[in-house]
């Protein structure tokens, strides 16, 4: 499998570096395992004859222009973090000439992934537009404002379809990267992620903490600090709306362009936040834990946090 890995300048050092460190050990493991033929052949390519990464080092690359189509062409982050910098590195002239670079392997055949703001890059080709996708979870509103056609899922690790891949923030180009080990062998994939000391983490809702979630809408900042104060009461979105001054429609739609949410699930997020912060600082019960943060019972609370960021409550309290 011919894989290219675009670099762009100021690339993420670590995205770049974990996706090259988890191909190598996916093909030492191969070889020591008696399967050379399960071998990634990856090559660092690029569009300007000179790249540094984020923190200033030289990538050595090949001109991709000179080179013939890849079986997956991979786009790691660039290392700008916040919608302000970030929206600046996007109208480079090497990330326009990347993505019409991308457009081309794409129509040809090419499966196109990328991770962490990567997913940026990807999503101003238009070939994700009616695609789902995933992306760097405190750039979510970020991306959904600038790519409205997008069917983002920031709660996923990683999303993927017969032509793409995307995975979520900074070190999910090891997701990345072990979704396709794991495509042409499942077991191999597990023998690098055991060797990495890696567990399977199938989304980022338990990392997501969603007063970071990068936006400048006032309405929903105001809905956000009413909710926080009402956590251990029951929730009126008619209530919430004429406490913020709005209608439940307008407060509604709002949520939803910003923040791809209902205002209820919004609050069940904030709920859990709470709820996992008192479990993991506090001795107090699962129960004593629910009528902190508006519920009847622990079972509720509970059920809710094992299906928002798929962990239990004994795992979350041995982090304590």
Not at 7 to 23: K, P, R, Y
Not at 39 to 67: K, W, Y
Not at 287 to 301: F, N, R, W
Request: with cysteine.
């Amino acid at each position: 499998m011919q894989i290219y890995v675009l670099a762009l300048n100021e690339v993420f050092d670590t995205g770049l570096t974990t996706l090259l460190d988890t191909f190598g050990t996916a093909n030492d493991l191969a070889e020591s395992t008696g399967s050379p033929s399960t071998r990634f052949d990856v090559t660092v390519v690029g569009v300007r004859s000179r790249v540094h990464t984020s923190h200033g080092l030289e990538v050595p690359i090949r001109l991709a222009t000179r080179l013939a189509r890849p079986d997956v062409a991979l786009v790691p982050a660039i290392g700008a973090k916040i919608p302000d910098t970030l929206r600046v590195a996007l109208e480079r002239s090497d990330v326009q000439d990347a993505q019409a670079l991308l457009r081309r392997w794409s129509g040809s055949g090419t499966l196109v992934g990328a991770a962490c703001t990567g997913t940026f890059v990807l999503a101003g080709t238009s070939l994700l537009n009616g695609q789902n996708a995933t992306t760097s979870w405190w750039l979510a509103p970020f991306f959904r404002e600038r790519y409205p056609h997008v069917v983002l899922d920031d709660s996923q690790m990683l999303v993927s379809s017969s032509r793409f891949v995307t995975a979520g923030a900074a070190l999910a180009h090891l997701d990345l990267a072990l979704w396709l080990v794991r495509r042409k062998s499942p077991s191999l994939a597990a023998l690098t992620a055991r060797y990495l000391v890696v567990e399977p983490r199938p989304c980022q809702a338990a990392f997501a903490i969603p007063h970071h979630h990068m936006h400048s809408d006032p309405l929903v900042e105001r809905f956000e600090r009413w909710a926080r104060r009402q956590l251990a009461e029951g929730f009126s979105l008619s209530e919430a709306a004429r406490a913020i001054g709005t209608s439940e429609r307008t407060l509604a739609r709002r949520l939803q362009s910003v923040l791809g949410k209902s205002p209820l699930r919004y609050v069940q997020d904030l709920r859990v936040e709470r709820a996992v912060h008192l479990l993991q600082t506090s001795s107090a019960s699962i129960d004593q834990i629910a009528t902190q943060v508006g519920y009847a019972d622990g079972v509720t609370l509970s059920t809710l946090i094992r299906r928002k960021i798929g962990r239990g409550l004994r795992e979350l309290r041995a982090r304590n």
